[in-house]
């Protein structure tokens, strides 16, 4: 590994604008849903493809861009992620059909793709394991204003302005970006190895198999054995990536490292924990407007307590962690989360404004505390050698799961169609429905060991101890 020279004081602050940038724009998309639908001529219950789009092609090309850091190093990459990502919002301002949305959407997902994991790398690669909690708790709490201003700047906009601005105010941020990763980002790079295409090409058509068939029979424009096939074969390439993975020198996503136990749970738990954190920011905001009626701006301004939540939940998750361990915040965070979820179904547009903002502001807590926790015991005990692979694998999972939390949630709402009831109802059945699916989930937490992450408290601890004197 060659390590630069340049100071890892702003590498910290780059990380955090890719997660802003990434944030905002996630954010800002789902409360313009229905206007951008209205402006295209489609239902506004149709638009998960908008969505959908660059998660997947998010979630296919993040191997690649571990393979890429390590080759042609972490700074080139960078403002290459940034670059096409840039150019992917202003070909989404430009778009005027669905189609050309979706497929700008793609270019802005090959630039994210490799925008936060490669930031994510280098800060595996300049910092100890032990200080892994402080440096990923600084990195997503500015990241995390994107969140709080992406739902009210997006509802501004769709209601003062045009729906494209909210992709035309990503190009001054990527420029800015591009300049500070120019003049502060380090170039890590490895020895070079052969990239695994046979690899690439059966997980990656795999996960998009996956993916679609969930999104076919959501939007019910195939019969439903067709969308069955589909996830099929998707399952199916993925089989054979594993095989082909163990017969390979150097595959594209190392097998071994799923040995590490608290590795394998940790992306086991994120992929099944965020079907239900994955569908809130799709299915809020359109309950807002199609169910309840408000306007862009209210729905914005609602879902802000969610993130103003997340911001004050990260000053507290370090001593959550010291108290009840890794083990017991997630199984009970992970509960706590499937209620509140749940809880939607009992909201009415009648009900207090306090009564509907409250629960949004502790899911943002609680949110926060689970990804935080999640996130550093997957990548705690991984060495040196799977870092990059192990990142890679983790980001791949979270978009991945993002995916299927709309598109499993889109599917779920679309099967209420046949229930008696309003469109409101509708979307009370899917909420109860995907926090049920959530409270499950804490199983999967069940599987780590009560001492699992003690070392990472510990050396935060100590180091704290030693800095004070």
């Known amino acids: 590994m060659i390590k630069s020279a340049r100071s890892m004081a702003g590498l910290p602050w780059i990380a955090a604008m890719a997660f802003f940038m990434q944030a905002l724009d996630a954010t800002i998309l789902n409360t313009a849903l229905p206007a951008i639908a209205a402006s295209l001529d489609r239902s506004p219950l149709a638009m998960q493809s908008a969505v959908i789009s660059y998660t997947l092609t998010v979630a296919m090309l993040i191997p690649v861009s571990g393979w890429l850091a390590d080759r042609f190093g972490t700074r ?14 202003l070909a989404c301002a430009l778009s005027p059909t669905l189609l050309m949305l979706v497929i700008s959407r793609v270019l802005q997902g090959v630039g994210g793709a490799m925008m936060m994991p490669v930031a994510r790398l280098a800060l595996l690669r300049a910092y100890p394991r032990s200080e892994l909690l402080p440096v990923l708790n600084f990195v997503t709490m500015p990241g995390l204003v994107g969140p709080v201003i992406g739902p009210l700047l997006g509802g501004v906009m769709v209601t003062y302005a045009t729906w494209h601005w909210i992709f035309l105010i990503n190009i001054p941020i990527g420029i800015a970006g591009i300049f500070y990763a120019r003049k502060y ?19 990656g058509i795999g996960l998009v198999c996956l993916s679609s068939g969930l999104e076919l029979f959501g939007e019910r424009i195939v ?18 990536y594993i ?13 071994p490292m799923f040995k590490t136990r608290t590795f394998s749970v940790g992306i086991a738990g994120n992929i099944a924990s965020r079907l239900g954190t994955g569908c809130v920011p799709f299915l809020m905001p359109l ?13 914005g301004c609602m879902m802000a307590p969610t993130a103003l939540g ?13 108290r009840l361990g890794y083990r017991s915040t997630l199984v009970g965070i992970t509960v706590v989360i499937g209620v509140l979820i749940a809880s939607f ?37 991984l060495n040196d050698e799977n870092a990059s692979s192990g990142n890679s694998m983790l980001a ?74």
């Open 185 to 203: 980002m380090p170039d890590f790079t490895t020895p070079r190895r052969r990239f695994d295409i046979l690899g690439f090409l059966l997980f």
């Open 76 to 89: 080139k990459i960078f403002i290459v992620a940034v670059t096409l990502f840039t150019l992917g919002s």
């Open 243 to 255: 095989v082909h993975a163990r017969r390979n020198k150097a595959p594209l996503i190392p097998l």
């Open 310 to 322: 997340s911001i004050l939940a990260k000053s507290m998750v370090t001593q959550v962690l010291r």
């Open 396 to 469: 791949v999972t979270q978009q991945l799961a993002i995916s299927f939390g709309v598109a499993i949630s889109a599917a779920v709402l679309r099967f209420y169609d046949n229930v008696e009831g309003s469109t409101l109802d509708r979307f009370h059945y899917t909420f109860f429905t995907m926090g049920i699916v959530t409270i499950a989930t804490a199983a999967v937490f069940l599987l780590l060991r009560r001492h699992d992450g003690r070392n990472l408290i510990a050396n935060r601890e100590k180091r704290k101890a030693k800095q004070d004197a």
């Open 223 to 240: 019969s439903s054995w067709l969308a069955f096939g589909v996830m099929l074969s998707g399952v199916i390439l993925i089989l054979l």
């Open 345 to 381: 179904a009992l909201q009415t547009p009648g009900m207090g404004i306090t009564v509907m903002l409250l629960p949004l502001f502790i899911l943002g807590m609680a949110m926060s505390t689970q990804f935080t926790a999640m996130n550093t015991i997957t990548l705690a005990d």
């Open 287 to 299: 309950m807002l407007q199609v169910g309840y009626g408000f306007s862009a701006i209210v729905a």
